[in-house]
Nanobody, 127 residues
Framework: AHLVESGGGSVQAGGSLRLSCASS????????LAWFRQAPGREREGVAS????????YYADSVKGRFTVSQDQIKMMVFLQMNNLAPDDTATYYC?????????????????????WGRGTQVTVSS
């Protein structure tokens, strides 16, 4: 699958952004959709994941209660609603998809379990 993110930008602390990720190509075997982020000098970290069909979500502790992941199974898109943004949320955000089953837990936010990636969209939060 080919993935393209959109919706990034610059906001002040406390603001909101909604990221979108569109897919093309073969997505018939996709089981998980997720968002990751990477700040300069830091490792890529998982933010949120969702099963195809939306039945199960998993969030990093740092974003629980502020970010919401959702998906459109028909269009095979994944979204990330980000509220109450903080400067620590500044990063390049990547969407990813996986065609393998990932048991519930931290593995759903492990980059190694995802095999399709977008090029990222920048999110900058100023204080």
């Amino acid at each position: 699958a080919h993935l393209v993110e959109s919706g990034g930008g610059s906001v002040q602390a406390g603001g909101s952004l909604r990221l979108s990720c569109a897919s093309s190509g073969y997505t018939g075997d996709i089981q998980f959709l997720a968002w990751f982020r990477q700040a300069p000098g830091r490792e890529r970290e998982g933010v949120a994941s969702i099963t195809r069909g939306g039945g199960s979500t998993y969030y990093a502790d740092s974003v629980k209660g502020r970010f919401t992941v959702s998906q459109d199974q028909i269009k095979m898109m994944v979204f990330l609603q980000m509220n109450n943004l903080a400067p620590d949320d500044t990063a390049t955000y990547y969407c990813a998809m996986s065609n393998q089953w990932i048991y519930y837990g931290e593995g759903r936010l492990s980059p190694s379990n995802y095999n399709s990636w977008g090029r990222g969209t920048q999110v900058t939060v100023s204080s």
